[in-house]
């Protein structure tokens, strides 16, 4: 399993705060377990599968965000007593839906691995 020091120095993370880290790599790499187990997935370099678990995380951690009104699209911000608003509706918010989740945990995951159905 990917710990925070790699999240930090090889993935270049800077979101997930450590608290948070080990539930958020676990579910990542559930989820990267589920994708071995459906797909044909290949690692092109060593670090590559800690590099896609680190990325579907930070998406994890920004869905665990918005899901909890603290992240999306800002809206509006004041900087004078510090104020910011997301908004959670619209053309420029992120798709939360089970789908589009599960599609952005793909996508993650695909800039570091290759993933084949059936046969390549």
Do not use: W
Request: aromatic share 10%.
């Amino acid at each position: 399993m990917v710990d925070f020091i790699f999240y930090r120095t090889k993935y270049k993370g800077d979101t997930i705060p450590s608290a948070d880290f080990p539930s958020l790599i676990k579910r990542a790499g559930d989820q990267l377990a589920r994708y071995k187990r459906i797909y044909i997935v290949t690692a092109p370099e060593a670090d590559s599968e800690g590099m896609a678990v680190c990325a579907m995380a930070d998406a994890l951690y920004g869905f665990d965000l918005i899901a909890n009104g603290e992240g999306g699209a800002v809206r509006s911000a004041s900087i004078g007593s510090v104020s910011a608003s997301y908004s959670g509706a619209g053309n420029d918010a992120v798709d939360v839906t089970p789908v589009g989740q599960a599609r952005e945990l793909f996508r993650c995951a695909c800039l570091y691995l290759d993933i084949y159905r059936g046969v390549h």
